[in-house]
């Protein structure tokens, strides 16, 4: 049955030998852990403890098997189980702690399922109780003989370091044995006096160096272990030592060896006693980590990507090359919390998170992280990165926590290429939908300030006569917009001097101080300075080649608009002034021409005054006046026709009666010039229209195929209804054809093909544009395609909507 002895665990002397024994406890040789682990095995029991008993608690020295809760180890008293051995003679003895009402509410029987447990007391030099060493069994046990007797030789072995220990057999020393304990255990044992002389050697020393005792007994242990480095090995001033080196076998090879050494007396004077193990495993597995390791490291390093992973306690203990370089982590870096290094990223509107928002915390701390958007600070004042970050708890195969990783990708570019689209759709969409040049250049000066995340932005332009800038435009996100004279955007005009620089540069300039940064791009048209637009902010990323390079690429957009809105200009004022000419034309000089003709007619009347020289003057004169004012009525209708004021009749027409009387009508001018006139015409076309205009049409296109026929040529007139709602009417001449680069200037006014000026084909260069507005007018379309090669020629195609539109 249990018993604990109060009184004798509040002894003040016992808990001075307590405290001395733990101090001599740690200079043994053999590690308690492997006494506990070696106490269980022997006498099969998951669990050994090998404890010293205070008054409050046991201290474990040596544990096998023991639950990891009790990793501190320290059992309070609801687990301590020493005490129970103390005082209670040479051997405690429970096979069964249901049969014992305290022990059945012991913590460690209710909560770690023990049901049986063997002890024995360990005590000092001078016999005072100081700790236990406990075997525990799940299952009810029957503890026999051999296994008290086991567990009491085991006991032995924590004699203290200053006690006479037992004897060592196969020494050369006439009263040492080695006990049989020794002999079973798997690790070698080697004791050695103090000229370094091996006088203990046990089997499993045999084992490893191939040498029996009789051969180890009396060399030299240097010549058997070389410790590494600088130890010594007995030194007399260290008592305990844990020293790795190589091992020499009888063969020759050698082998990585580690030893647990310890000083201690003997009657024969000090020996060096020790367990040497044989590392060569272990030493195989850490090279092949650390080959893994530096493999893993290379791997890491080559990637683009940033990495970095923490540990349990949130130190970051991996960062790549990547994540360095983004950060300026010297080469030399020791692992940090990130708990102590808050500002290591920001929202991407430069927000600075917190630690718990941290992505890499969020994992560490169990959640899993995906596409989260960041900025990294520039370190140094560089420019800012912005990442898109994954992250991950990391566990080992029973869920515990490891620590955890996150990937950085750098989105930089990418994000800043969308901006940069985007901000190009803003100012192509400005630059199309608004004819007035501040507006669009405020919209220019957003776009590309918020591209770049600036605060100001001004538009000048240059003023040839006075060779300066003057202001068109400023924008700030403040004001929002700003014109040359309003507001803040509109009175400090801080860019002048720079856009006057940029100007005389003909280049972009760049200004990147601490107070504040600037960037001036030149909006060049081929070799001329437009104007500038200027950039300002007091703080940001400072203009990179990427950043000008798109501030110029706007500029070109800019220099487009501003040179289409010259061109506009010019056609406004071009158009202002043709009809200005044509109404001089028309009122001015369709009057006297007018006159002129009734003049010559009347003269013409009274043909016996005149010779035959003057009445042919005459007839000339009357004659070209007609064709004069034929030309001004032409003009004027065309005129009217394209600026919609012409008035078209909309109605019920047979386009295959106009060709075919049209085709009549010509017939003696087409067999003047041995033409042929071929029609292929379907009984009807009909059409809506204005007849009298058509006719014109009709007559225009078949007067030309007829003109640019030579002689004996054919002139082939088709037509059909097809596709539904549609006549298309072509008409196809023999003839000189067209110069393909003029065929484009074709239906300008008065544009005669070099080919018929060639010739001296007659014409004032008015048909086709009379034809093309009319056929327009009408809602339809008019092309001149060449025959070439299959023929010679031109084909002339009309199409009309049944129905004007």
């Known amino acids: 049955m249990s018993h604990v002895d109060r009184r004798l665990l509040a002894e003040p002397t016992r808990l001075a030998a307590v405290d001395r024994t733990r101090r001599v406890l740690c200079g043994m040789a053999l590690p308690t852990d492997a006494v506990a682990g070696l106490a269980a095995k022997l006498l099969a029991a998951p669990m050994g403890v090998v404890c010293l008993v205070r008054d409050d608690e046991d201290l474990?020295?040596?544990?096998?098997?023991?639950?990891?809760?009790?990793?501190?180890?320290?059992?309070?008293l609801r687990y301590a189980v020493g005490q129970y051995v103390l005082g209670d003679g040479p051997v405690t003895v429970v096979e069964d702690v249901d049969e014992d009402p305290d022990l059945r509410r012991h913590g460690l029987v209710r909560e770690c399922g023990v049901r049986a447990f063997l002890g024995v007391p360990l005590a000092d030099p001078d016999g005072r109780p100081v700790g236990a060493l406990v075997v525990l069994d799940r299952v009810v046990r029957r503890w026999s003989n051999a296994d008290i007797s086991a567990?009491?030789?085991i006991g032995t072995m924590l004699v203290p370091a200053d006690r006479p220990p037992a004897a060592v057999r196969g020494s050369s020393l006439p009263d040492v044995e080695l006990g049989p304990l020794l002999e079973s255990t798997a690790e070698a044992f080697v004791a050695a006096d103090v000229d370094g002389t091996v006088v203990g050697w046990n089997l499993a020393a045999a084992d490893l160096f191939g040498l029996p005792v009789a051969e180890a007994l009396g060399r030299r242990l240097a010549d058997l272990f070389v410790a590494d480095g600088a130890a010594r090995l007995g030194d007399p001033a260290v008592?305990?030592?844990?020293?790795?080196?190589?091992g020499r076998h009888r063969d020759g090879r050698e082998f990585p060896v580690e030893a647990f050494l310890n000083r201690v007396p003997s009657p024969a004077?000090?020996?060096?006693?020790g367990f040497l193990l044989d590392i060569t495993e272990r030493v195989t597995l850490r090279r092949a980590a650390l080959r893994h390791a530096r493999?893993?490291?290379a791997l890491l390093d080559s990637l683009l990507t940033g990495v970095a992973a923490c540990d349990p306690d949130g130190r970051v203990i991996v960062a790549n090359r990547s994540l360095r370089d983004w950060y300026a982590i010297p080469e030399d870096w020791q692992p940090f919390s990130l708990l102590d290094n808050p500002a290591v990223a920001t929202a991407l509107d430069g927000t600075e998170l917190a630690v718990a928002d941290l992505p890499l915390i969020r994992a560490w701390r169990g959640e899993v992280v995906r596409d989260e958007l960041l900025r990294i600070p520039p370190p140094g004042g560089g420019a800012s990165r912005a990442v898109l970050v994954n992250a991950n708890p990391v566990t080992d195969p029973e869920g515990r926590p490891l620590g955890a990783v996150a990937a950085l990708h750098d989105m930089t570019a990418q994000l800043r290429h969308e901006t940069f689209r985007d901000r190009q759709l803003e100012v192509v969409e400005a630059l199309a939908y608004t004819d007035d040049a501040t507006t669009a250049l405020r919209a220019v000066l957003r776009a590309i300030a918020g591209a770049l995340g600036w605060r100001r932005g001004e538009a000048w332009l240059c003023d040839p006569v006075t060779d300066s800038v003057r202001p068109a435009a400023a924008w700030t996100p403040a004001a929002g917009t700003g014109a040359a004279d309003d507001g803040a955007a509109g009175t400090a005009w801080l860019g002048r001097a720079l856009a006057a620089e940029c100007c005389a540069a003909r280049a972009p300039v760049r200004r990147n101080s601490a107070a504040e940064r600037a960037l001036a791009v030149p909006i060049r048209e081929e070799n001329a300075v437009l104007g500038v637009l200027t950039l300002l902010t007091p703080s940001g990323d400072p203009p990179d080649d990427v950043a000008v390079a798109f501030a110029e690429a706007m500029c070109s957009h800019v220099a487009g608009f501003l040179a289409r809105r010259r061109a506009a200009a010019l056609r406004t004022e071009l158009g202002r002034s043709k009809d200005d000419f044509i109404a001089l034309v028309g009122h001015a000089v369709r009057t006297p021409l007018t006159s002129i003709g009734s003049y010559a007619e009347l003269l013409l009347a009274d043909a016996q005054r005149w010779t035959g020289d003057e009445r042919e003057m005459l007839t000339a004169i009357a004659r070209n006046a007609e064709n004069l004012r034929a030309i001004i009525g032409g003009l004027l209708d065309l005129a009217a026709l394209e600026s919609g004021h012409a008035e078209l009749a909309a109605v019920p027409v047979d386009l295959?009666?106009?060709?075919?009387?049209?085709?009549?009508?010509?017939?003696?001018?087409?067999?003047?010039?041995?033409?042929?006139?071929?029609?292929?015409?379907?009984?009807?076309?009909?059409v809506v229209g204005d007849p009298g205009r058509l006719r014109l049409l009709v007559h225009n296109l078949l007067s030309n195929a007829v003109k640019y026929s030579p002689d004996g040529g054919t002139v082939e007139i088709l037509a059909r209804a097809e596709p539904p709602g549609v006549v298309e009417l072509t008409i196809l001449d023999g003839g000189v054809g067209i110069p393909p680069d003029e065929r484009d200037r074709l239906f300008r006014r008065f544009f005669r093909a070099s080919t018929a000026v060639e010739r001296g084909i007659p014409g004032a260069g008015l048909g086709l544009s009379m034809s093309r507005a009319i056929i327009e007018a009408h809602g339809g379309t008019l092309a001149l395609t060449s025959r070439e090669p299959a023929a010679r020629g031109t084909a002339a195609t009309v199409r009309l909507p049944h129905r004007r539109p």
């Open 151 to 153: 567990l009491l030789e």
């Open 656 to 686: 295959a009666i106009i060709v075919r009387d049209e085709v009549g009508a010509l017939a003696e001018v087409a067999a003047h010039s041995d033409v042929l006139l071929r029609d292929r015409l379907p009984d009807a076309l009909p």
């Open 60 to 76: 474990v020295v040596g544990a096998h098997g023991l639950p990891d809760r009790f990793a501190d180890r320290h059992l309070d």
């Open 295 to 297: 493999f893993v490291e």
């Open 239 to 246: 008592h305990r030592q844990r020293v790795q080196g190589v």
């Open 269 to 273: 004077g000090p020996l060096l006693c």
